[in-house]
């Protein structure tokens, strides 16, 4: 069965920093993996994915992620972050071979401070 | 949040009672979910549909059914309320079955 770890609950940066959510799975063969958003009271929102090909991700407002296969990683990043992309990050992985269904980290709460 | 409706936004249930939850889309998808969220457990996917009246299991079904019996509708149903299903639950919707697009959610409390 599939794993999705987030090891940090929580990740304070300064505003202007850079951001970094980290993120490692664990499924058999090749994975799909996401990363999503969900800022209070709201669903999740779909930030990026990676399927196949270039290694590095890019996504909705800055964000991208790289997909490491050798360290089973998919760390998303922001060169310089803002007090609005303060939230709670969640990664995702899916099987290539095993249907639809998405399993997903435990979340990171992000909080960016002036 | 665009496209998908949730039904009840927000219901208080007493143990032992029938539930559903309705999620509604206009986006014409193929595939729906159920998810619930809980402190420290992320998302954990409840049920999901393929097609209309085609659904399978997710990682904590029981105590749970779905039915789907047009496109834009997906029934989550309660059949009798546990404390323990007090959670928040999240419809999601896809149409290529990689990345899914969610509802704004019910907070559902059983007393």
């Known amino acids: 069965a599939q794993s999705v770890a987030q090891p940090e609950d929580q990740v304070n940066v300064a505003e202007g920093n850079p951001l970094t959510v980290k993120c490692t799975y664990s499924?058999?063969?090749?994975?799909?993996l996401f990363w999503y958003v969900q800022y209070p009271n709201r669903g999740l929102q779909f930030l990026l994915k990676?399927?196949?090909?270039?290694?590095l991700v890019k996504g909705s407002y800055g964000f991208e992620a790289e997909f490491n296969k050798s360290q089973t990683s998919f760390h998303l990043k922001k060169p310089s972050a803002l007090v609005s992309d303060s939230a709670l990050y969640f990664c995702?992985?899916?099987?290539?071979?095993?249907?639809?269904?998405?399993?997903f980290g435990g979340g990171t709460r992000v909080l960016v401070k002036p | 949040d665009a496209g998908i409706t949730q039904s009840p936004r927000h219901k208080v249930t007493e143990t032992g009672t029938p539930v559903t939850l309705r999620c509604h889309q206009t986006?014409?998808?193929?595939?729906m979910y159920w998810y619930r969220q809980d402190p420290g457990h992320g998302l954990r996917l409840i049920h999901y549909?393929?097609?209309?009246?085609?659904?399978d299991k997710g990682e904590v079904s029981d105590g749970y059914s779905v039915s789907r019996s047009k496109t834009e509708d997906f029934l989550l149903t309660l059949e009798s309320a546990t404390s323990s299903q007090t959670s928040v639950y999240f419809c999601?919707?896809?149409?290529?079955?990689?990345?899914?697009?969610f509802g704004p959610g019910t907070r559902l409390t059983v007393t």
């Open positions: 990676y399927i196949t090909g270039d290694n």
């Open positions: 995702a992985v899916r099987p290539k071979a095993a249907g639809n269904k998405l399993t």
């Open positions: 999601a919707i896809s149409d290529t079955g990689y990345e899914q697009y």
């Open positions: 986006e014409n998808h193929r595939y």
């Open positions: 499924v058999s063969g090749n994975p799909y």
């Open positions: 549909s393929y097609g209309v009246k085609d659904t």
